[in-house]
């Protein structure tokens, strides 16, 4: 199965920073990424999907690239409300596979 | 608006059985394939279990294979989830989640939790 991976595993950054979250899968996957953010006792959100594309009512700061095994979630200009944890997720075929999380943190 | 109410969870002796559900509503249920999406307290996602539309084709995590069956009835907009040989490692908070290209909605979650 193909295993993900993400980095870095948490992050502190400030109010208007651009931050990247990097997430790497074992093996090809095309573009069938999504990326989402989860806030405390709260379920997760869709960011991205197929890569790039932005989830509708997902502010344009957030940004998706990349194709194959190597992908990419940028913020720019940080904003207070965007701390809490971002998975990736492949689903190209099953196993449907979250990484790890990162963990960002407002400074 | 798309409604996702998962039920079931509990309380649960390892070795046990549940069967969650999942009662979705404001989308049509029976053209999305759905998923089971489970958290353990303080960690990650981890993908259970998906099933087409039609429920004719269902997939599988290695950790679940052979134990869970996950299965739908169209005709109620209803997703089911049956666990047995529940193990303590199962303990999770258990999402529905709609569609598997890219879940773009997720039901609260139902707890359960495998413990003598």
Known sequence: DVQMTQSPSSLSASVGDRVTITCRASQ??????????????KVPE??????????????????GSGYGTDFTLTINSLQ??????????????APYTFGPGTRLEIK | EVQLLESGGGLIQPGGSLRLSCAASGFSFSTYAMNWVRQAPGKGLEWVSAISATGGSTKYADFVKGRFTISRDNSENILYLQMNSLRAEDTALYHCAQDTRSIKAWGQGTLVTVSS
């Open chain 1, 80 to 93: 207070p409300e965007d701390f809490g944890i971002y998975y990736c997720q492949k689903y190209d075929n």
């Open chain 1, 28 to 41: 090809g996957i095309n573009n069938y990424l999504a990326w989402y953010q989860q806030k405390p006792g």
């Open chain 1, 46 to 63: 869709l960011l991205i999907y197929d890569a790039s594309s932005l989830h509708s009512g997902v502010p344009s700061r957030f940004s």
